[in-house]
């Protein structure tokens, strides 16, 4: 693998020194390639294009919600799924189009519902049967007509690890299929006059490497819908398509994903007779993970002689738990050589006063040094969205780089941040 440089031999993220990055930014630090994430909406979008089918990309914003991403989203001209009111509010002061969000979400609040319904998000993504009382409720005290889907547990699971896994019939997420609960709530919707029922959701799962899952739960949505005599006006088959964490994973091009859902969709709607349907996909990860890297400044190192070497570096767990929660794995470069030959294999451990606080499990590395930046690859996704402040570290920045330019665009908290919602103890002895 060779990654880009310049004369300097620095990492260039965008055309930027990775380095020259961590010096004006500080460390940790996230940085996008907006070009890349750019390019990867462009390219879903161009396979239905090609193929000339109704469609609709929606970012799952889940994996990174900031007012910056929903600008670039809508500045390509595609749709964002959000999840909860906080989500639903960044986008709307980003300016995003609210018809061209969807809500998803397995426990929205009478709040969330409310919000979204006045606020005029285009489509609810309908999950269980309180859902669609408390939405009847507040659609009718607004009187307004709502665009809704209905979410399936399609029974379905997808090779992935268990936690991220939601497509299985042991999953809270959606009406389950299997014991006739989804064709309930299809006749409840159906009655509801508050309620434009156009279609169906289920998403299989998360870092999905092959198109069978994929085509099973986009042929199973289609025979459902079919054999409750609907047509649907969209098929959502959710996000989930897998990408690179380390050079071991091999992903398919999003192409082969997309195209494998089109060609069933396709083939059903001929065998059904039914005008082809909007297909509306719900990619996170694939957007913004590889356009994402986290800058760390090194700092001291174990050695355990015959046993293992520990780097520590600046963040871990609190601006990255996905190691800690589900063992994932990623690849680390010296952004001040990345093209230098490795001379020994560390396990990089971030600050935080716990074990399992690991960014990388082995890495082949140059002899680093105190101060040296290291870069955590594909941290796009579910990096920045999982962060906390664990041990009271302040939360990272997150610079967007485009085109050799460099911006912020969330800003590093700071220690006074950090106890700005805190009040002192007034009671003495609880009086
Ligand atoms: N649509 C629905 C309904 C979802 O539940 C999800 C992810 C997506 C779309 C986007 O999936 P993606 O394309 O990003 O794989 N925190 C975990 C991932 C949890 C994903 C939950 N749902 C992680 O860090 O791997």
């Known amino acids: 693998m060779s990654y880009p440089i310049n004369t300097a031999q620095h990492l260039t993220i965008g055309e930027v020194d990775a380095i020259d990055l961590a010096k004006t930014y500080g460390t940790p630090l996230y940085v996008y390639d907006v070009t890349k994430i750019r390019q990867t909406m462009r390219d879903f979008k161009a396979i239905f294009e090609k193929e000339d089918v109704p469609y609709v990309v929606s970012y799952a914003s889940k994996a990174f919600a900031s007012k910056a991403i929903y600008q670039v989203a809508q500045q390509e001209g595609i749709h964002a799924d959000i999840v909860s009111g906080g989500e639903l509010y960044t986008a709307l002061a980003a300016g995003f189009d609210p018809k061209h969000l969807s809500f998803n979400g397995n426990n929205k609040s009478w709040d969330e519902l409310t919000m979204a319904v006045t606020e005029g998000v285009g489509t609810i993504i309908v999950d269980n049967f309180l859902e669609l009382q408390l939405l009847s409720e507040i659609t009718t005290q607004n009187g307004v007509k709502q665009d809704i889907l209905l979410r399936i547990s399609p029974g379905i699971s997808a090779h992935t690890h268990e936690f991220i896994s939601t497509g299985q019939q042991d999953s809270k997420f959606g009406f389950d299929l299997l014991t006739g609960q989804a064709k309930t709530a299809y006749d409840i919707a159906r009655q509801n006059e508050n309620f434009n029922l156009r279609g169906l959701h ?18 199973l949505l289609a025979e ?23 050079s071991e994973d091999e992903p398919l091009p999003e192409s082969e994903y997309a195209d494998a859902i089109i060609r069933t969709l396709k083939s059903k709607a001929a065998e059904y007779d039914w005008k082809m349907p909007e297909i509306w996909i719900e990619p996170g990860r694939s957007i913004v993970g590889p356009a994402g890297q986290t800058l760390y400044t090194i700092g001291s190192r174990k050695d355990i002689p015959d046993l293992r070497h520990y780097l520590a570096v600046d963040g871990g767990m609190g601006d990255n738990i996905r190691p ?30 716990e074990s399992g606080d690991v960014l990388v499990w082995q890495q082949a590395l140059p002899k680093t040094k105190p101060g040296d930046i290291l870069s955590v690859l594909a941290t796009g996704a579910y990096g920045y969205a999982m962060a906390s402040n664990y041990n009271r570290n302040p939360r990272p920045a997150v610079v967007f780089v485009e085109n050799g330019k460099h911006q912020v665009v969330i800003a590093r908290e700071s220690y006074a941040h950090l106890i700005a919602l805190d009040h002192d103890y007034m009671l003495k002895n609880g009086k």
């Open 324 to 353: 800690a929660l589900y063992q994932a794995n990623y690849d680390a470069i010296l952004a001040n050589n990345p093209n230098a030959s490795t001379q020994e294999v560390v396990r990089v451990a971030g600050k935080y006063c």
């Open 202 to 219: 289920a998403h299989i799962g998360s870092q999905i490497f092959d198109v069978t899952g994929f085509e099973k739960n986009a042929a």
């Open 224 to 246: 459902t819908a079919k054999s409750w005599g609907f047509q649907p006006e969209v098929i959502n088959v959710g996000g989930g398509f897998g990408i690179r964490y380390t």
